[in-house]
C-alpha cells in the first residue's frame, strides 16, 4: 500500500503547533498562522468586537445662497425659489409682480447681476418686432421653411423652431433688431436701485455668414448679453399688455411707487406671441414647467457661451396676480427644460401657499401711478 506523504506545508504548521505547545519560542507570525489553523479546525472564535468609530464632525451648515442680501425680498417668494432650486448652485431666479415692477425675489444675486447670451428667450423679442412691422401679420403667421414645410409663430415659439426664426432676423436685418431689442429693455439696466446690475448690450454687427449671418441672433440671441432682471422685465410687458416698469424694491419703510421705463406698443400682436408661450409649456419645449392648477406661459432657451452651457426659461402665470420670472442654469448639464421645470417648482411652491402677488400688494402702501410717464434712461 502506497503511503501519503504529508505537505511540507502540513509539516511546518505540525512543527509550529509542536513547539507553541512546548512553550518552544517562535516567531510572531509563524505564531498566527498557527492559531488561525487551530481555531479554524477546532472551532471559530468569537469575532472580535469592533472597535467604536471616531465621531465625524459636520461642517456648520450654510444657508443657500447665503451671500445675497435678503431684507428686501418677500419671505414667502424667496423660500420658494430657494426651495425650487435645490441644490443647484449655479443657478439664479428673479420673481417680479408684472403689474407694478416690484421685485419679489432675486436668488442668487451675483448671477443675476451679470449679463449673459439669451439663447432661444430672445424669439418672442423677435417675434413682436416682426409682428409691428408688417413682416408677419396677427391672423397670417405661417412662413415656408422647406419644399412642403410650413409653420405658424405660435408652433414654431411652442417647439422653439430656429428655422422659423433665422428667417424672420433676415427680414428684419441687424437694424431693425437692435432698435426693437433697445426699446425692449436689452442693453440697458431693467432695475431702479440696484448699483450692481450690469448693462448688458446689443450687438453692432452680425455673426459671419458662415455662423449663421444675422439670422443666428435671432434664434439664438447671439452677440446680445442680457441679464435674468432684463429678462424678466420684458416678461413682465408681456404679461401686463405692454408697459416696461423699471425693476425695483420697496423703500425701507415700506412705500412702494411703480417706476414706469416706457410704453411698449405691443398690445395687437400679443394674442399668436402668447398663444406660443402657452404651446410650449402645455405640449412643447417648456412643458416640464407645467402645472395642473396654475396656468403658466413661458419660453425655454439652451445655448453655449464661452465653453459653457446655459439653459434658460422666463415667463408668468396668468391667473390675477400671478408673477412673472426669469430662471438661468450656468454650466454642466444644464438646458431649458431643466430650467422650465425648476420655475415649474417654484409656481408649485407658491400654489401650495395659497400664494399671489396681490397679497403682497395689499401689506403695502402702493401708490400706482395715474398715468404712464417716461422717466429719463440712465
Known amino acids: 500500500m502506497k503511503l501519503k506523504m504529508p505537505s511540507a506545508a502540513a509539516l511546518s504548521r505540525g512543527f509550529v503547533l509542536l513547539a507553541v505547545l512546548s512553550g518552544v519560542a517562535v516567531p510572531a507570525i509563524a505564531q498566527s498562522k498557527v492559531v488561525i489553523a487551530t481555531t479554524e479546525s477546532l472551532q471559530r472564535a468569537p469575532s472580535p468586537k469592533p472597535k467604536a468609530k471616531t465621531a465625524l464632525r459636520k461642517a456648520p451648515a450654510t444657508k443657500p445662497f447665503a451671500e445675497d442680501d435678503t431684507r428686501h425680498d418677500d419671505p414667502v417668494v424667496r423660500e420658494a425659489a430657494v426651495k425650487a432650486l435645490g441644490n443647484y448652485r449655479s443657478a439664479a431666479l428673479v420673481s417680479v409682480d408684472p403689474s407694478n415692477g416690484r421685485i419679489l425675489a432675486i436668488v442668487n444675486q ?13 424669439k418672442p423679442a423677435i417675434a413682436l418686432a416682426a409682428l409691428e412691422e408688417g413682416l408677419i401679420e396677427k391672423d397670417k403667421t405661417r412662413l415656408q421653411l422647406g419644399r412642403r414645410w410650413y409653420l405658424d409663430l405660435a408652433r414654431s415659439l411652442t417647439i422653439s423652431n430656429n428655422l422659423y426664426f433665422e428667417k424672420l432676423g433676415g427680414l428684419l436685418g441687424l437694424e431693425k433688431m437692435r432698435d426693437y431689442a433697445q426699446r425692449f429693455g436689452f442693453g440697458e439696466l431693467s432695475s431702479w436701485g440696484l448699483p450692481d446690475e450690469t448693462r448688458g448690450a446689443v450687438p453692432t454687427k452680425a455673426p459671419p455668414a458662415s455662423r449663421g449671418g444675422v439670422g443666428r441672433i435671432a434664434s439664438f440671441g447671439e452677440g446680445i448679453e442680457q441679464t435674468p432682471l432684463q429678462l424678466a422685465s420684458f416678461m413682465s410687458a408681456v404679461a401686463n399688455g405692454g408697459t416696461l416698469f423699471y425693476l425695483q424694491y420697496p423703500l425701507d419703510e415700506g412705500r412702494f411707487e411703480p417706476l414706469v421705463k416706457r410704453r411698449l406698443e405691443i398690445g395687437p400682436w400679443l394674442g399668436p ?37 446655459l439653459g434658460w426659461f422666463a415667463g408668468y402665470s396668468q391667473e390675477e396676480g400671478g408673477l412673472a ?15 422650465a421645470g425648476l420655475a415649474g417648482k417654484f409656481y408649485r411652491n407658491l400654489a401650495d401657499r395659497n400664494y399671489v402677488a396681490q397679497s403682497a400688494r395689499d401689506t403695502m402702501r402702493t401708490a400706482p401711478p395715474a398715468a404712464v410717464q417716461l422717466t429719463p434712461l440712465r
Open 110 to 122: 451675483k448671477l443675476a447681476f451679470e449679463s449673459y447670451q439669451p439663447c432661444s428667450t430672445f
Open 273 to 309: 406671441v402668447r398663444e406660443g408661450l402657452e404651446g410650449a409649456v402645455l405640449k412643447g419645449t417648456a412643458r416640464s414647467a407645467k402645472q395642473p392648477d396654475v396656468t403658466i406661459l413661458g419660453k425655454t432657451g439652451t445655448c453655449r457661451q464661452d465653453g459653457a452651457r
Open 325 to 339: 420670472v426669469a430662471v438661468l442654469l450656468r454650466g454642466g448639464r444644464v438646458s431649458g427644460p431643466l430650467a
